[in-house]
């Protein structure tokens, strides 16, 4: 309920600064319940939020801000200064001129009638930005219908409740964070918001998720990994860490390796259930899905089987004339459904080539062009297979080597530059 009421007054504040449908509000807030606060009264505001990390390096910030040219930016004292705001109306959420003016503001749900114009599913409700060929990061406008399928296309395999614990541990410019932030909220359960320090502790995590009896973990396979290795060493020590609330542990950001998982395997035979869930920003955080099992990881052989698609999307494994391959034979990946990002923001081009018309679905449909390599398997999923460009992901980072290749080319004494 405070939650509720505290986004709600924040909401109506930014509604009186401007904000509504289609607007575009930058938010750089520590981890924190202030930032999960604030994220919530932008979109009940009707707008849709532009994640700037802090931690995020400042010439990246500039052209994010730049970039999205969001109406109003939230922040606090801290973090302002490091900001290059420019013009851009500033709104400090720990100033006390803030805090009283919110105060005054009523804590009931928001109306269309208070909004400066309806709110629709087909809004935008974040703007998140990836990297970019061109060395400049491109945003991917996600409305909000995207977010509620997701979790109703889920809703049979994974059972979320409000007895649920998740963690936010990913940083939420990151679109992993789409799943663990509104996740929780959707079905009632509790958000245990993971600070940075403890984020890069896995000896420290591990005793978060004990302590907080936390049922619902999401983790890029380099984390989960460091995470093996933390739990492992507690076994061996005086006290082991007693992980029996975790029902769910779910992958995604980046290849995995199941023949890592053995050790975890071994200690958890029992344990929580291992899902491998594989997608883009694109495409809405998820669009296959595997549940693991022991001898699965031992039987791997190396490769990282990503499953089968959510119920209402469509994989498509296509050749270079966007004809099917057959299986075993490697090809792109193609995805098609509800869960297609609107595009590029204000990158037209750039949408329509990524973006492409749907040839096996009706007249007007879209599918997303991953740049992922793919195999079918036998039994009808799918097994990762690489890039067919120069894309590479480390810890769940999406990183266009060509933006690494830019930025050796602007220094003066290099001629030309490759990088692998």
Known sequence: RELDERSSQLARLLVERGVGPESRVAVALPRGAALV????????????????????PAERL?????????????????????????????????APATVEAAGRLPAGALTDAERRAPLSADHPAYVIHTSGSTGLPKGVVVPHRNVVRLFSQTARDFAFGAGDVWTLFHSYAFDFSVWELW?????????????????????????LLERERVTVLNQTPSAFYQLIEADEASAAGEESADLSALRRVVFGGEALDLGRLA?????????????????????????????????????????????????????????????????????????????????????????????????????????????????????????????????????????????????LHSHPDVASAAVA
């Open 62 to 94: 500039r052209h994010i801000l730049t970039d999205s040219a969001p109406d109003a930016l939230l922040t606090c004292a801290e973090v302002a200064p490091t900001l290059p705001a420019g013009e851009l109306p500033v709104l400090e959420l720990d």
């Open 183 to 207: 996740g929780p909220l959707l079905h009632g359960g509790r958000l245990v918001v993971v600070d940075h320090a403890t984020s890069r502790s896995p000896q420290d995590f591990l005793r």
């Open 263 to 407: 050790p975890w395997y071994e200690r958890h035979p029992d344990g929580p259930v291992l899902v491998n869930m594989y997608g883009i920003t694109e495409t809405t955080v998820h669009v296959t899905q595997i549940p693991l099992d022991a001898a699965a990881a031992r039987h791997s052989g190396g490769r990282s089987v990503i499953g089968r698609p959510i119920p209402d999307l469509s994989a498509r494994v296509l050749d270079n004339g966007l004809r099917p391959v057959p299986q075993g034979i490697t090809g792109e990946l193609y995805v098609a459904g509800p869960g297609l990002a609107r595009g590029y923001l204000d990158r037209a081009a750039l949408t329509a080539g990524r973006f492409v018309a749907d040839p096996y679905g009706p007249p007007g449909t879209r599918m997303y062009r991953t740049g992922d390599l793919v195999r079918l398997r036998p039994d009808g999923s799918m097994e990762y297979a690489g890039r067919s460009d120069q894309q590479v992901k480390i810890r769940g980072f999406r990183i266009e080597l060509g933006e690494i290749e830019t930025a």
């Open 37 to 56: 606060t604030a994220l919530l009264a932008v979109v009940k505001a009707g707008g849709c939020y532009v994640p700037l990390d802090p931690a995020y």
